[in-house]
């Protein structure tokens, strides 16, 4: 799916990542972890091609193609979803007509007319019911006065209705509570496949009670410097990290 | 013209000694450019109008002469010399083509945007047009339509010929000659413009706007507008096109006078659309408007909303007079500029009556090098018990070359009074585009979709025909202001 060889990256002339490789195959759920500040966060917006970032050398290949060399639009429609950290809020544009323009595009790029209006609908009540959100959170604009266990929600929403092939999760259980974790972790479950694959990028363990990883990486210092089982998340819970990065 | 007129005029000219060299060549239909009194003698002369209304073009050109042109608003102009200016102009004839192959590719890229349909393009554009839209025919069955419920709207001219009392009485019943330098200019030489006449009681049964979007592409350059809405009577109308409007002529100064009497309603909205200059600055109109309406009777309401993304220079202050008791009015704005554009606009509400309401949303939006601001008043008299004002004013910015500017004036005179003004300023964020671009939206598409969602409550006071193009046609001004 995705094959990361030697990425060096930096924001402000500051390098953060420092010759990661990281291989994701279809069917598969990698988690990464590690400690504030290691690298993860640039990690995500590296790869969906977030232009503060300047990737300095290294390649990437996603589905066999240079996904260095495509735009942030192109690599959503080639199927990379980025579930934000921090989601934006865009006042006055409703979530139905974000969410439809979205998709309209990612077909249009596969040589695909916009669904029909009453298709649309049927599509947006589906994935509603499977990642549990409200209808009014739909209704309104994007992301505006959604409190953070709405707003994570709503990312899974999103990825649920545009269907990646690779979706990145950044820290998507930070500020949820023990319910809203719960669903944010099923939606995914429930997407799960095996032509697609989810990188979660995490700060603790307790999300991955609920999403069970094939393999647990460590980022420190702008490199992997482990990766296991699924064990491996329970013994950094223990441990801490230091003992990886000292 | 026949024979002996055009003697009589030749004759009446040419025995008058001239200041500025005039000379008329009365075998074209355009008079010689400047302007003194003889110019509008002919000018009022040509559109064979009543006594009455060389009077009131000459005392407006007197006053005229005696005032100075404002240099108050936030604007970079260089000077007008107005003896430069042909000041009648018979409309006119577009260069006929064959078909739209002969039209210049980048307006029809714009047709195409705006989604105007291809009948309608070709009329836009000046290519003869054949049954499928007949704009003579579809005036007259709209016409007719109105003229069974006692609606008059035709011609300022026509109006003046057929219901000359009417303009009479209401002409400068609003906006005096004596306002403002150019109100005072097109009062003295206005060429054409449109008249409405709402009777007792009577709901206007559509916009007034499906006409307009043929014919408005043709309004002169000093365009005098009036409407008269009677007691318990409604109109909502629609001035301008989304359509590209391109024009030679680079000074405007048009004035709309609306009259709302007791218990009725006037909607009035506008799309400008004006060339804007190229990217470098250079030619664009220049846009000097004066639009006021009175709420004379009680319980009377006026509403504006309006798209200002065209024009070089937009001087443009719609205001309103609340005159009748629980009277109100609402102002809804949205000025976008980009490139080297200047807007110095707002609004005015005037409260003289008792419990009168006024709503002001203004959303300015500046891309570019351009420079926009915004500057309204609101004014409570003296005796205006219990009125209300809330005045809410937003500033968008893209990158960092442009200026926003908010100049609000409240002059109060009454304690019972509530006024309430905010203020905001943003930038488009560059977080925001990232996360419509990670959903598979090109920067293009976010920023126009971020700019409609800012504008939405303005956009919703658009008549519906035309908020899905006003939309489409904020997105294209925007063309290039990122990336």
Request: proline residues 4%; negative net charge.
């Given at each position: 799916m995705i094959k990361i060889t030697d990425l060096h990256a930096e924001i402000d002339g500051k390098e953060i990542l420092k010759g990661l490789s990281l291989e994701v195959k279809a069917g598969e759920v990698h988690a990464i972890m590690g400690p504030n500040g290691a690298g993860k966060s640039t990690l995500a917006n590296v790869l969906s091609g977030n232009e503060a970032y300047e990737v300095t050398k290294g390649e990437v290949l996603f589905e066999g193609k240079d996904l260095l060399d495509l735009s942030v639009e192109d690599r959503a429609k080639e199927g990379l979803?980025?579930?934000?950290?921090?989601?934006?809020?865009?006042?006055?544009?409703?979530?139905?007509?974000?969410?439809?323009?979205?998709?309209?595009?990612?077909?249009?790029?596969?040589?695909?007319?916009?669904?029909?209006?009453?298709?649309f609908l049927k599509l947006l009540k589906e994935k509603k019911a499977l990642v549990e959100i409200d209808s009014k959170l739909t209704n309104?604009?994007?992301?505006?006065?959604?409190?953070?266990?709405?707003?994570?929600?709503?990312?899974?929403?999103?990825?649920?209705?545009?269907?990646?092939?690779?979706?990145?999760?950044?820290?998507?259980?930070?500020?949820?509570?023990?319910?809203?974790?719960?669903?944010?972790?099923?939606?995914?479950?429930?997407?799960?496949?095996?032509?697609?694959?989810?990188?979660?990028?995490?700060?603790?363990?307790?999300?991955?009670?609920?999403?069970?990883?094939?393999?647990?990486?460590v980022l420190a210092d702008g490199k992997i410097v482990k990766s296991g089982p699924k064990e491996l998340a329970l013994e950094l819970e223990e441990k801490g990290y230091d003992w990886l990065t000292r | 013209m026949a024979k002996e007129e055009q003697d009589r005029i030749l004759e009446e000219v040419t025995s008058k000694e001239y200041e500025y060299g005039f000379v008329s060549d009365i075998d074209s239909d355009t008079i010689e450019k400047g302007l003194n009194e003889d110019v509008i003698r002919l000018i009022s002369e040509k559109k064979n109008e009543p006594a009455f209304m060389l009077e009131y073009r000459l005392k407006a050109f007197r006053h005229w002469q005696k005032m100075e042109m404002p240099d108050w608003a936030y604007l970079d102009i260089p000077p007008i010399d107005f003896q430069e200016i042909s000041y009648y102009a018979a409309p006119k004839k577009k260069p006929q083509l064959n078909s739209l192959d002969e039209v210049d590719p980048e307006l029809l890229e714009t047709f195409n945007k705006l989604g105007i349909p291809l009948e309608e393009q070709k009329v836009l554009s000046g290519v003869a047009v054949d049954a499928v839209i007949d704009s003579v025919s579809v005036k007259t069955t709209f016409k007719e339509e109105l003229a069974k419920k006692g609606i008059i709207f035709c011609s300022f001219s026509e109006a003046v010929q057929d219901h000359p009392d009417l303009v009479k009485k209401y002409l400068g019943s609003v906006v005096p000659y004596t306002d403002n330098y150019f109100a005072a200019l097109n009062a003295a030489?206005?060429?054409?413009?449109?008249?409405?006449?709402?009777?007792?009681?009577?709901?206007?049964?559509?916009?007034?706007?499906?006409?307009?979007?043929?014919?408005?592409?043709?309004?002169?350059?000093?365009?005098?507008?009036?409407?008269?809405?009677?007691?318990?009577?409604?109109?909502?109308?629609?001035?301008?096109?989304?359509?590209?409007?391109?024009?030679?002529?680079?000074?405007?100064?048009?004035?709309?006078?609306?009259?709302?009497?007791?218990?009725?309603?006037?909607?009035?909205?506008?799309?400008?659309?004006?060339?804007?200059?190229?990217?470098q600055g250079k030619g664009g109109i220049y846009n000097f408007v004066t639009k006021r309406g009175i709420c004379k009777g009680d319980h009377s309401k006026l509403t504006w909303a309006q798209i200002e993304t065209g024009s070089a220079v937009t001087w443009k202050y719609p205001s309103t007079i609340l005159k009748g008791d629980y009277s109100s009015s609402e102002f809804y704005s949205v000025a976008l500029t980009n490139h080297h554009q200047q807007a110095d606009t707002g609004t005015k509400?005037?409260?003289?009556?008792?419990?009168?309401?006024?709503?002001i949303v203004s959303k300015g939006i500046s891309a570019g090098k351009s420079q926009n601001s915004y500057r309204g008043l609101v004014k409570v008299a003296k005796n205006a018990e219990n009125a209300r004002n809330f005045s809410q004013c937003d500033s968008l910015l893209m990158g960092d070359k442009c200026g926003a500017h908010t100049f609000p004036y409240l002059e109060i005179s009454n304690n019972s009074a509530k006024v309430e003004h905010e203020a905001t300023t943003s930038?488009?964020?560059?977080?925001?585009?990232?996360?419509?671009?990670?959903?598979?939206?090109?920067?293009?598409?976010?920023?126009?979709?971020?700019v409609n969602g800012y504008v939405k409550e303005v956009i919703n006071k658009m008549p519906m025909e035309f908020a899905v193009e006003a939309q489409k046609l904020l997105a294209i001004s925007l063309e290039g202001s990122v990336g």
């Open positions: 979803f980025l579930g934000f950290q921090y989601p934006v809020e865009i006042p006055g544009v409703s979530m139905i007509n974000f969410l439809k323009i979205a998709h309209a595009e990612h077909r249009k790029y596969r040589g695909l007319e916009p669904l029909s209006a009453s298709e309104r604009s994007v992301n505006e006065g959604f409190s953070g266990g709405e707003k994570k929600k709503n990312e899974i929403f999103q990825m649920a209705m545009l269907d990646p092939k690779l979706a990145i999760l950044d820290e998507t259980d930070s500020g949820l509570d023990i319910d809203a974790l719960r669903i944010v972790a099923g939606g995914v479950n429930k997407l799960r496949r095996k032509d697609n694959a989810t990188i979660i990028i995490t700060h603790y363990q307790r999300l991955l009670e609920h999403i069970v990883p094939d393999f647990v990486h | 030489v206005f060429s054409d413009g449109s008249f409405c006449y709402i009777p007792k009681g009577v709901r206007c049964p559509m916009e007034l706007s499906t006409y307009f979007r043929i014919n408005a592409a043709n309004t002169g350059q000093f365009e005098r507008t009036l409407i008269v809405a009677d007691e318990g009577g409604y109109v909502s109308y629609l001035e301008g096109c989304t359509a590209p409007q391109r024009d030679e002529n680079q000074l405007h100064a048009a004035v709309v006078e609306i009259v709302v009497k007791k218990d009725a309603e006037v909607k009035y909205s506008t799309v400008q659309n004006w060339f804007p200059g190229d990217k509400m005037i409260h003289l009556g008792k419990n009168t309401r006024s709503l930038k488009i964020g560059e977080d925001q585009i990232f996360y419509c671009n990670q959903r598979g939206m090109d920067t293009e598409k976010a920023v126009g979709l971020i």
